[in-house]
């Protein structure tokens, strides 16, 4: 148990898949995570940006940017990723009890447990509830599962402090808690990731979102230069920009059906996802790993099923690789 909650184990590690199986970065499709394999069309950048360290001003134009995206009234804190506030998290209250949502993904307990919080899973709502702490991850990584707002402000009530992962919401905004924040939900954190939907994980952006003390708390521990300039540049482009963000819902959505029919062919069973990533039921991971891998398709899979893999969507001009690696599914 203890592995499962706390075991850091993570997808996007393609250089172990070359280093096993053979071939060259342009050989392989990565969709062991769940980027968007599309992005954001980085704009031409202010050689500024670069040169001296981001202004107040320029931080205000990305939070600003963000609470128009997320439809939120809560204060928001920019994060060296969403990673950058789960690990700032643990340490805003002396630990205690935490509750994680499960099977999720992996950094909340693993970063709960290293600051010494007793993280346990919970497999229902209701387990988690009376915790000092509750994570939920909503949609949930890897099944997709959605927690609707209604219920996660039930639950707060019920809890501590409740962090909501939202890493995964930009293509459904409906299911978001984050419009709800304020005073009333005093004691939840929403986090966002920008990476993902964008396709820009190298940026290194996320924001978490907070009523008062608890956003004051956390802007503390992110420190005056949080994320880079090039990056406030980007994602204050990219946030605004609502056109691109319909239409690239609609290409995840149709992505994620071409995916799902492909699947259905090789005699996997879905288990859920998002847009940006489908999960399966596999006769056996790890073997469906190794076949898709020694076509170059690196995927995921977990510790804790021997029958889940979980595929990102490949990016346009590849799809035939992934067709012809599945076709060849025994």
């Given at each position: ?86 690990q700032a998290i643990p340490v805003l209250r002396a630990p205690g009890r935490a509750a ?231």
């Amino acid at each position: 148990m203890k592995d499962r909650m706390t075991g850091r184990d993570h997808g996007g590690n393609l250089d172990a898949a070359m280093t096993r199986f053979g071939g060259t970065k342009a050989d392989w499709i990565d969709l062991s995570t769940g980027i968007n394999p599309d992005p954001y069309p980085v704009p031409p950048l202010d050689p500024d940006c670069w040169a001296v360290l981001p202004r107040r001003q320029d931080m205000a134009r990305l939070i600003e940017a963000a609470r128009i995206a997320y439809r939120t009234p809560a204060g928001i804190v920019a994060m060296n990723g969403a990673q950058g506030a789960i690990q700032a998290i643990p340490v805003l209250r002396a630990p205690g009890r935490a509750a994680v949502l499960s099977p999720t993904y992996n950094e909340h307990a693993g970063a709960l447990a290293a600051a010494g919080w007793q993280a346990a899973e919970a497999r229902t709502l209701a387990e988690t509830e009376g915790a000092d702490l509750a994570v939920v991850v909503t949609p949930n990584n890897p099944d997709g599962r959605v927690t609707t707002p209604e219920a996660l402000e039930a639950l707060a009530a019920r809890v501590g402090l409740l962090i909501v992962d939202e890493s995964f919401a930009d293509a459904d905004p409906a299911q978001s808690i984050a419009p709800r924040l304020g005073p009333g939900l005093a004691n939840v954190i929403v986090l966002r990731s920008f990476g993902k939907f964008y396709g820009l994980a190298g940026l290194r952006l996320g924001f978490a979102l907070a009523h008062g003390e608890l956003s004051e708390r956390l802007a503390q521990r992110a420190g005056p230069w949080p994320v880079s300039g090039p990056a406030i540049e980007i994602a204050s482009a990219a946030l605004t920009d609502t056109r691109w963000h319909a239409a690239c819902c609609d290409r995840l959505a149709r992505g994620a059906a071409r995916l799902d029919a492909l699947a259905a062919r090789a005699g996997w069973k879905l288990l859920g996802g998002t847009t940006l990533f489908r999960t399966y039921v596999t006769p056996d991971a790890e073997a469906a790993q190794e076949h898709l891998a020694r076509d170059h398709v690196w995927s995921r899979i977990f510790p804790y099923s021997g029958s889940w893999m979980r595929l990102g969507l490949p990016p346009a001009d590849r799809w035939q690789q992934l067709e012809d690696a599945l076709a060849r599914q025994p």
